[in-house]
């Protein structure tokens, strides 16, 4: 059954994988979900963000997550505002959370991540990327 998924990725941490961001999403889309991602996987949205003030995005994301069934969150370049909407979304709003993840990006994966086991870790290697879309449109299917 498709997913109104909350897609998050960092914005302001670095743009280095918003073209992985976009990818993502075209295959969730593509899987037939409603993705809300906003900014995050715009290629014309640099690391100073949008042009909308920090209260219109900030109320037009808990907004989306209002909407949204599943929250999918890239984790591997570390936001503050990445985890701010997985606890959001995990906690206020009870919605199942799968996170992406890199090692080797960061020394190792947040605690507060890796250490939830109520949030679905999906590890990957950038060689290993399609096998990772595979086995999480798998993961949104069950």
Not at 40 to 46: F, L, N, Q
Not at 80 to 91: K, N
Not at 94 to 103: D, G, K, M, N, T
Not at 112 to 129: C, K, Q
């Amino acid at each position: 059954m498709p997913a109104t998924i909350y897609f998050s990725g960092s914005i302001t941490g670095g743009r280095d994988d918003v073209a992985l961001y976009r990818r993502i999403v075209e295959v969730l889309e593509s899987d037939g979900h409603r993705v809300l991602a906003g900014a995050v996987a715009s290629e014309h949205v640099g690391a100073a963000g949008e042009p909308l003030s920090a209260r219109d995005i900030f109320t037009r994301d808990m907004s989306w997550l209002d909407e949204a069934t599943v929250v999918v969150a890239e984790v591997s370049t570390p936001s503050t505002g990445v985890g701010y909407e997985i606890a959001v979304a995990r906690y206020l709003r009870r919605i199942p959370v799968i996170c992406l993840y890199r090692p080797g990006r960061t020394a190792r994966c947040s605690a507060m991540i890796a250490g939830d086991d109520g949030i679905r870790l999906l590890e990957y290697r950038p060689e290993t990327v399609d096998e990772l879309l595979g086995e999480l449109t798998r993961t949104l299917r069950e």
